[in-house]
């Protein structure tokens, strides 16, 4: 699901309420591990939970001082995130 390679944590596979509490998870993981970039190429079928992970994230990182980035994100991801007026916080 989630690779860290160079730094950067590569997502992979579908992002969806079923199992947002393991990309969760491995997200918390990976930023302990430093990870400061998440690159979402990889992410097929995703729903509303895939948002809240990433404001989850978000929140978790500046809570540790930390900022993050997320890269290559699915025009679909983009469209829910100006639906429900949050695109400038991801």
Not at 27 to 48: H, N, P, T, W
Not at 73 to 89: F, H, M, R
């Amino acid at each position: 699901m989630m690779r860290v390679e160079a730094g950067v944590a590569l997502l992979a596979g579908d992002l969806t309420l079923g199992n947002a509490s393991d990309w969760l998870a491995e997200g918390e993981a990976a930023l302990k591990q430093g990870v400061v970039i998440f690159d979402l190429s990889g992410v097929g079928q995703l729903d509303s939970s895939a948002l809240s992970l990433l404001l989850s994230l978000r929140r978790r990182a500046q809570a540790a001082g930390s900022r993050i980035e997320f890269r290559q994100l699915p025009e679909s991801l983009v469209s829910l995130a100006k639906l429900y007026g949050v695109a400038d916080q991801i």
